[in-house]
């Protein structure tokens, strides 16, 4: 039988790998699994394909009679179909919920940043590594599948583009010129340009314009 792995979550204390098991070009099934590292989540993944697969023998019957009746199994990650947990029997791998909201984080195109101000908004949560109850795990991805990419995206698009303007009137009001306003920029958030910045960002760096401009107003 020959593995293929594959990496879908990694944090500096927990990773999640799937496997999927082929015989030439027969998939025999698939397997997730969690560990502290790569490694450990590998073979982790590949002892609970074998289980399930309950591989006794490389000949053809064994073979056969395990793609009839046991292998079941989607490559797709589960996803959670509701919210209802029953917090007396939490699962103790949640690799299959972590790989879907890595799968959300990447559909939605969001930084780290993104993701943090929204755990903080939404679950008050400053880093989703910190989440230790299932329940919040399920309602965080649960949130995360409802927010739409088109809606968004314009609504964030018209924010991002009103702000931009306001800083420009505060640029002219306070004379600066482009080399200021870069100086001003890399020393405050690190970035040469206000493109670098998301909508967070540019919100403090319209607030702090403003500030600079009424202490010049006001002497």
């Given at each position: 039988m020959r593995i293929e792995s594959k990496l879908c979550h990694l944090t500096t204390d927990k990773a999640v790998v799937q496997?999927?098991?082929?015989?030439?070009?027969?998939?025999?099934?698939?397997?997730?699994?969690e560990g502290p590292?790569?490694?450990?989540?590998?073979?982790?993944?590949?002892?609970?394909?074998?289980?399930?697969?309950?591989?006794?023998?490389?000949?053809e019957k064994t073979i056969r009679s395990i793609n009839e009746d046991i292998i079941k199994t989607p490559v797709n990650v589960?996803?959670?179909?509701?919210e209802k947990i029953n917090t007396n029997h939490e699962p103790s791998d949640w690799s299959n919920e972590l790989a879907a909201i890595d799968l959300e984080i990447d559909r939605l195109k969001w930084s780290r940043d993104d993701e943090i101000n929204f755990l903080v908004k939404s679950?008050?949560?400053?880093?989703?590594?910190?989440?230790?109850?299932?329940?919040?795990?399920?309602?965080?991805l649960s949130l995360l599948k409802e927010?739409?990419?088109?809606?968004?995206?314009?609504e964030?698009?018209?924010?991002?583009?009103?702000?931009?303007?306001?800083?420009?009137?505060?640029?002219?009001d306070l004379s600066w010129d482009h080399t200021h306003g870069r100086e001003y920029l890399q020393k405050e958030f690190n970035v040469s340009t206000r493109k670098e910045l998301n909508q967070e960002q540019l919100m403090s760096f319209v607030e702090k314009l403003k500030s600079i401009r009424n202490q010049y107003q006001a002497s």
């Open positions: 496997v999927n098991g082929w015989l030439d070009d027969k998939n025999l099934g698939s397997a997730l699994a590292t790569v490694e450990v989540a590998e073979d982790k993944a590949i002892a609970r394909l074998n289980k399930r697969l309950k591989i006794l023998a490389n000949d589960d996803l959670p179909k509701n679950l008050g949560y400053k880093n989703r590594n910190k989440i230790t109850k299932y329940n919040d795990i399920v309602k965080y927010i739409d990419i088109p809606t968004q995206n314009k964030d698009k018209g924010t991002i583009n009103t702000l931009i303007e306001e800083s420009d009137k505060i640029l002219r």
